[in-house]
């Protein structure tokens, strides 16, 4: 049903033809698909059905669980990447794929054979309201970058001191697609939203202390934003935001 | 312990040269802290103690319970307020207390003799989110004048728009005392205490929908604002916040 | 700094030639910014900031404020929308500005003098999990089509009979943009995100009972997407979800 | 009142026939029920009660009680599993009961010296949704197959890319009993649920970052599955969907 | 995918025999699978996949809408479950399928047109901890009757007063399947899970006051129920139960 | 088990004796423990085991459930206590159990036929903080009274005007055993359980506004009250808290 | 007002007459009532005032602190009791005041230099649900002990095995007051409630995992109990539950 | 527009007589507004807005990061505060500004070249209910002192022991504003509000165990307090307590 349509149209007119047995057909269908490595089943149609193969997701797997499925992506992928990696986990993939590159930061493994080409008039522009949310910012701008974007980052423009953020306005409003990446109260992206037209991806963090509950006000308060053109991605997921700011900017 | 001091002086000296006897010095210091109505005790030295007189917290009694507090405080103070109290508590005062007035947006009743003196050069300033807010913001109005306050009052500025905010900035930076009520997620207290360099008392609204979760939005928005300087009351409490800016704003 | 540069570029060049005093320049920048009623503060310049005049958010405020605000904002737009609106509010605004009509099930008030061109290419899809969250997708639907989208909805595809979402996926895949609604565990928002490589825009709704709490749980399934590319607006916020759909689909 | 019937009868009676002084009767009547080691009182009867001896929860208790508690279980019984246990606990039990095995991925330990028989046509099949929901379903596995069940297991079938899940649609289709664990949004309960006929028992993982809440989100949107046959057991609570999936597996 | 297999053999065959044209079995394919009024999709293959058709859940329905969807359903199907209806619901119901009944209690209408029979043998036990859980535990088994199974109910054996369950022991045992209804701590559901070796499915109530906020604390009592062979359905959710209870009671 | 133990003894020994045959001594021992109304079994020997009858929980039974329940337990009992009774159901029960009277402030009915005795010198002190929560203290009273406890009132003493309790602390240590009664914050628990060596059963109450959500500040509040000898009961379960001290307060 | 009357009238009645001066009154009124450590204040007529000296909470002190504080209070006192105290903490105190002795596993720190008589009739029972419970039960026994307590613990006895329970009927109802600790669901507390006429102090432990949420469910349970009779105190307050206990004990 | 007034005059004034070009006015006022780090913007008129310079919250970021920032703000302010600084980051700002002092209670770094003058008249008096509440409260001192303010410290005084408090009741009620600083349940902020008439900062700490959930139990105290007067910010926010009161303390 989600396979590539050409594909399979081949198979099933040589099974129709004769050409195939119905064992057959079925298998080869089936192996356009995934591909199994037993504790994970890599989604090869990703790349064609969305744009960008499978991404690893690190957390919870093991270092050499996270090699084996990028050596495995490699494979059939120009361009990989691996998120929540810390540095085992980077060395663990770096062993079996020599051309990673780690970002310690944004704590992001990338293979990059074929950059993608970069439209330079549409700017995905990240903006954090502080230092500290830089690392969210950071995975969000890696995971742009490698989809082909270019990306532009605007740190620290908090609405404490919020001239900060209107001498930043013209290179907000030249933004193709904003992320806004705000910890606390979140109240940066309302205030981004209510300032441009184009879509705001918003990123609440988990950054702040006492009845912040680990990303909490600044999630709802994101959520109820009087600005509309605003939608949430959840806590500290940059590379949700990252991906979702790309597939609007390829838009035509 | 927390009695007027020169009464109490007054008597046990009184007690201490025997023009009293042990008993009635005991009944006499008893009698001056409050009147006991059975259902209620009211505190008569609040007056003193704290610069107003006991405000009547109308939800959960009975329209003839208010009207009887009503009345007993009037006995002994020429202002009384008294707070959520819908149109059948306010007729079951006025039929008790006929020189009361009902502020029906703010669900307020008010007794006001002899209305307390204004300073004209410092002003407590209540700026609104957006029209939604206003009630809130009327209780908090009506408290404050009534305990001696110039108030002004600036609605639905909220950062959606945020040039409308922009074009109050005179107003908002003359204010002595702000209060910032806002619903949603309360971004508004964070901007206004960005700018000025006077305390803000917040209160965060249960307007909105949704996420809001009864105003939690807003109360954690503000609980976690990035701007130092804030504070903030409880959900949809325009009371308390008119309450507190009037002790504020007092202060020399 | 929010207004439209050209018109405020004029006033300051004329102050500088000395054809405007300081004060009229500064009145005349004000005036473009918003209309005082007093209870509410129109944005004036919002169609040009942001390319649709402000939306009247009706809860919460009384019938004749939202018609005073539907008859202040129809005089510089030919395209007003006021959300949230029963009965007597549509009432009310019918009385003061004749030309509206009312959406019963999307709840919403429109004002539509000059239809906004749409282009036939790309649609906007709303695909809803069951026929409870039909009011909700109805809200996002109008408020899409007024700022000049064309619409497609898809009703009751949730994921207990999976094949009736696959039945469609042709139509899901053509989509150019797309909203999913769904209450109890909003799990629809995931798959339709793992199918398609466009953004889609989740809107949590308040169908359910139990352990729904309001919403909470579709919220979360739809913030813990595992599906890259979905992005998340209020709970039974339709209209949010339309216009962040009508921002993206207008992209080029 | 929960003894076994036979041997109870035979007690009483024999204390009617006076072959057995009342003092006697009583005492032998709650030997029958538990072991006391003072700090746990193991349930002598619960194989018969329950089909299965009672099994040790690790956590919270020491290495040494562990090891104490399942040297006795070990007397009565042929087969005991002890979860939540890690390296320290093995070693410890390891120590005074030398043929267990340990299941590290599951943090279980076993004793299995009789193994059940198993009904090969009745399979339980785990389903995960991602590589990282593994230990919960090795839990399970471990749990079930000890209780005498063939197990079955599809690991990362998640509904991101939903093919995979088809891929694997017989087998699933062919289980008996389904596990399924999943963390993040939980939602392919709702869609392994809408697929079958059998029962499905949802266990939500811990597993995801942000706004999981550790678990609450996938709890909550198997609680409010859409599929109807569908319940749940606590989060990351492996042993529990193990257990009760084996008792319905043995229904004839 | 998830279509009755022969039907769908027979179409490709014929497809592949040049019987039938690649447009027609492509249409012919999909009409196997609901039928769509707009505003729902009846899924006419559940009966088939599940065993039992599609149920309809009224609430936020119109009475109109559930009268329609009963009416299409009642054209394939000889008994249909509709929930949650209230009278009004009920009264559009009866006036287009005359033959239904309505169960004021379990707030049910049925539509039994073929009794399904029943096995005496295997008997569903529901069991109440009060009084106040009835129409939760009606619902549960109203649902298990119409689907083919004999039901005993067992009210008000709460542990305040255990003896009173304790005294209906045998008739527990006797149970294939239980199901526990129980609000407040819910811990009914523990101490049933503890007595027997059937499958325990367990409803939390909204019944109680305080602090059990919605049925909270029943869900989280017996979600964390230290028996093991309980599972949960949804705060109320008796038609889950009864549905879940009637696949396991089917099972050979 | 939990029956009576002579009456068991006597039927036992019967049978041990063969005056009576096996099954007419089980029939005998159930019958001792509960009537079956069908929708409810009534507890016979909770007074024997508790000191008190059973008590109608009148929430989520209908009047004639209720009536029936109170008809059933007066053959057996002197004195029953029906809480959570509204108007309604006091009507029904007065039909048909014409000695009850009603409470209407405290929502209890009340059967007393022989009042039982109380001991003057150790006194129930109830303590609310304001007026609003004097239904629930209500309740306490009425349930206390009827099981045989001199109960003492003192109302509106919250911390906002100490002096006021510290007028009442000679009243306050001369109770056996306190209940404290408290909304918003709940403060009062504390401070009066640092006052006294007696034991104080706190009852939130879900008096107040905003973030009081439903009680859980007072409930919470109390819960970690910093004064050792303070236990809590569920918010607004003035019922169990007239209970529980009636038990304490028998104590000897 | 707290203070001992005696001392306080003596030296009222010197300031009469003239034996003291004003000031001298005032100083030693105030030694009477605590010593300034400047980081605490030691509460000197504590025990006096409620029993027992003041307890050390040694969570979120340093070690240094802790000892200071116990050794001042060895001074006045014979007997006192840190709780919270891990081992640095007790080596600290060991180093200042030798004779104090450490329980590890309540971690508890006691100082018993004149044991406090105790009635044996009068015991106290703790009951556990399971053995990780006992470092909580510790707790709570060595607190009811040093405190003047006969106390006796059952362990192990959750409702999973109910007839473990039952085993021991006769010494729980031979208690005079009973602690219940449990974690999980708590279910423990409602069975106990109903099965004795003696108070029960509940106490939820932290024990558990997944949805248990650090003891919110056994919180939620306990508070919710369907027996009347039953109080609760906070998450894993052992010394809570033993004060209260013994404040209970002690009545006569 | 937050700019100083008199700067921007003077530049704007340039431009319009053409002694600066546009680009360099633009870039001009830019230049007053902050210095840009990259990963920080140092907002450089913030002294001259709100009367402090930024402060810097250390946690999230690297110390390398705070001794920049650190050490850019030195160059323009003689005073400048760093919250929430370990010893890492204290030793990295160390190295480059040598002048620094480290309070390490209140985590906290200072640099103060040119102490502000203080009121000796108006003091801030900080109360705290524990001696574990004291590192929040040392922030909030060291806070308000480099501010320009007397702080006065009270500490231990929670109302357990509410004599201490009422000993301390001379200094609580010469302060000019308040501080209150109190775990478990944050009674404390209610009886301070009770009893004095100047403003109280309430702040809630983490302090307690159990259902404290991190401070929630005193937050949802304070903001529920039924004293008016009283504010609340963030969990453990001693920093934000202490620059509020100093805002209202300079009020004249």
């Not at 700017?123 to 910012?137: Q, R």
């Not at 742009?144 to 404490?160: F, L, P, Q, R, T």
């Amino acid at each position: 049903m989600t396979l590539q349509d050409d594909k399979i149209l081949e198979i099933i007119n040589k099974f129709k033809n004769q050409e195939l047995p119905e064992e057959a057909a079925l298998a080869q269908i089936k192996s356009l698909q995934y591909t199994d490595l037993g504790f994970a089943k890599l989604d090869n149609n990703r790349a064609e059905r969305q744009g960008f193969p499978e991404v690893i997701y690190c957390a919870g797997k093991t270092p050499e669980q996270c090699a084996e499925i990028m050596y495995a992506l490699s494979l059939n992928n120009a361009n990989v990447l691996a998120t929540r990696a810390d540095k085992n986990v980077y060395e663990a993939i770096k062993a079996k794929v020599q051309d990673v590159r780690y970002h310690e930061e944004a704590r992001v493994v990338v293979l990059e054979r074929k950059p993608l080409p970069k439209d330079e008039e549409r700017v995905i522009t990240i903006v954090t309201a502080g230092t500290s949310d830089i690392p969210v910012a950071a995975e969000a701008a890696v995971t742009a970058e490698i989809m082909g974007n270019k990306v532009n980052c605007v740190y620290d423009v908090g609405v404490a001191g919020i001239h900060r953020l209107f001498a930043q306005l013209e290179v907000i409003r030249a933004a193709n697609v904003l992320i806004v990446v705000a910890g606390m109260e979140g109240a940066l992206a309302s205030v981004v939203g209510g300032l441009v037209n184009k879509p705001v991806v918003a990123v609440p963090t988990s950054v702040g202390y006492g009845a912040n509950f680990g990303g909490l006000s600044a999630l709802l308060g994101m959520l109820n934003s009087c600005s509309a053109g605003v939608a949430v991605v959840n806590i500290d997921n940059g590379f949700g935001a990252g991906r979702l700011a790309s597939i609007i900017n390829h838009m035509r």
